[in-house]
């Protein structure tokens, strides 16, 4: 099926704004996920299995997250999507937080839920990695959304987190690499959103990217890890340094993504921007979680899918 929404006829701006600000609102309602027990991480070594898109289903998603912490589907965005969405990258990162629509325009609850001091240290840290909030883009947000419903990402994400799912305002970025690419931590997304959380993240290139393409990917795990992994060596405290990768976990594998492919996985997962000496090309991606309702991380501002 042809899912392409030509970027020239975005949802109208001033009505996406409106749209988005209630979807922010409306999260304030949802119920705080439960506190786990504290216990040891069980790692599990394995390997991230392949489908190809037509082969998706909630079920074997849900499979996969369980046994394995991840998913590859490939192609599972057309072409036709590809050049407009990177296009619609370069002109929100263009904008530079600059007011003006459809490329920056944040609902003014965002202010309501963010402090100015977080919601600042925020933007600059997405200024300094090459990267966006999508919600501060509400045409963009409404174009993506309507995207992925046409896509059954709505009815994939539910059947696989068992809940209604929703989405984060700080979850769901709009990337372009910086070249050169600076070494990133190893990180699992639980060990900063919570890991009484259910989730699912989407990382979805726009560009051909991991392996040898030139472009970076993403440098992951082959494991199936369930709960935090504890270092105190991590350049952050949410991260895991690379010794202790190397000591205590299976190899690391960097796989080759086509424009369109996806990686699928949970807040357990761990993985870092792909580090190399030397890159040629700049990698455009998309990147949405999805959580449950029932258990979403409110330091992430939750926003509805209703």
């Known amino acids: 099926m042809d899912t392409a929404i030509a970027l ?9 704004r409106v749209r988005l600000d209630a979807r922010i609102l409306a999260a ?3 119920p705080p996920p439960p506190v786990p027990p504290s216990c040891p991480a069980r790692v599990t070594a394995t390997s991230v299995p392949e489908v190809p898109a037509d082969a998706l289903t909630g079920a074997l998603l849900r499979e996969a997250i369980a046994d394995c912490g991840a998913l590859l589907v ?4 057309p072409g036709a ?24 325009d944040p609902p003014p609850s965002l202010l309501e839920v963010m402090p100015a001091r977080e919601l600042a240290t925020s933007r600059a840290f997405h200024r300094n990695s090459g990267s966006a909030m999508c919600a501060e883009a509400p045409a963009i947000a409404e174009h993506l959304l309507a995207l992925y419903g046409r896509m059954g990402l709505d009815d994939l994400a539910s059947q696989c987190l068992d809940d209604r799912p929703c989405l984060s305002v700080k979850k769901w ?24 959380i ?26 199936r890890i369930e709960g935090l992994l504890r270092d105190g060596e991590g350049t952050f405290d949410w991260s895991v340094s690379p010794a202790f990768v190397k000591r205590e976990l299976p190899p690391r594998q960097s796989p080759r993504f086509a424009a369109g492919d996806a990686l699928f996985f949970d807040h357990f ?21 999805f959580f449950a309702e029932s258990r ?4 992430q501002v939750p926003l509805s899918w209703r």
């Open 296 to 299: 979403a991380p409110a330091n």
């Open 28 to 30: 304030r309602t949802f």
């Open 198 to 223: 259910q989730s699912i993240n989407l990382w979805l290139p726009l560009t051909d990217c991991g392996a040898d393409t030139g472009a970076p990917g993403l440098d992951i795990i082959p494991a």
């Open 81 to 104: 999507h590809h050049a407009p969405l990177r296009a619609a990258i370069d002109a929100v990162l263009a904008a530079d937080g600059k007011q003006g629509t459809p490329w920056f």
């Open 74 to 77: 490939r192609g599972l965005l």
């Open 173 to 196: 970025v709009l990337r372009r690499s910086h070249l050169a690419v600076e070494e990133a931590g190893w990180h699992q997304d639980g060990a900063f959103m919570g890991a009484g």
């Open 269 to 289: 997962f761990l993985h870092r921007t792909q580090y190399r000496a030397h890159f040629s090309r700049p990698r455009y991606a998309v990147e949405t979680w």
């Open 8 to 16: 020239d006829s975005l949802p109208d701006a001033a009505a996406s």
